[in-house]
């Protein structure tokens, strides 16, 4: 077998215990069998190794998706949508709702609590524990630390077409004296590209 891998190549004149010389059909059929599974194993353990590695690399900060065929200069109101995954803890619920509340304001957007408007809002919320895997220390007892997710939707209101999309990814500090803080700043990084901010 001119194209097999030096370490799969099986000398011609060796001999199975059972299965008589390995150059039979048989040999050939085993030692092939034999080969390819170590090739599975090592491909397997390359997979997941590649697989650890980009699991520790965890990606924090804002990322933004504004539609480019909206004329965003139109839209003047909102409405909170019901719909969404709000914070469970109360207060950090309202602190978000009053943190894209003052942003959206400060855009020149309207906030309406009844009757139409153009746009519809709508947030989602969740928090996480991440290890450090940098950390000095043994790979069982490696630090944790908690990480919030925050996502802020806005869809034409008679459409429904999502127009603008903010998530940011973030550790944070869970003292009650530093989430409003932490709340209020990723809040203003998230419209920060807003399109009718970015064109002034």
């Known amino acids: 077998m001119p194209w097999a891998h030096p370490r799969f190549r099986v000398p011609a004149t060796a001999t199975s215990h059972c299965a008589g ?6 040999g050939i059929a085993l030692a092939f069998a034999l080969a390819m599974k170590h090739l599975l194993i090592v491909c397997l353990g390359v997979v997941l190794a590649v697989a650890t590695i980009a699991a520790q690399k965890q990606k924090y900060g804002v990322t933004v998706t ?13 409405a ?3 719909a969404g995954y709000p914070a469970m803890d109360k207060a950090a619920h309202q602190q ?10 400060g855009l020149g957007l309207e906030k309406r609590t009844s009757g139409p408007s153009d746009l519809q809002l709508r ?20 630090p944790t630390y ?22 940011v990814d973030k550790p944070i500090d869970l003292a009650p004296d530093k989430i409003k803080a ?5 809040v203003r990084e998230m419209f920060a590209k807003y399109p009718t901010r970015t064109k002034k």
């Open 21 to 26: 010389p390995i150059g039979s059909h048989a």
């Open 66 to 78: 504004a539609d480019r065929k909206a004329d965003f200069s139109a839209f003047k109101s909102y």
């Open 80 to 82: 909170w949508d019901a």
């Open 96 to 105: 978000i709702v009053d943190a894209v509340d003052r942003e959206l304001k």
């Open 123 to 142: 947030y989602g919320a969740q928090r996480r524990t991440d290890t450090d895997t940098h950390a000095d220390a043994p790979a069982t007892n490696l």
């Open 146 to 167: 908690a990480v919030g997710t925050l996502v802020v939707l806005l869809r034409e209101s008679g459409s429904g077409k999502e127009v603008y999309r903010a998530r």
């Open 182 to 186: 932490t709340i209020d700043e990723v």
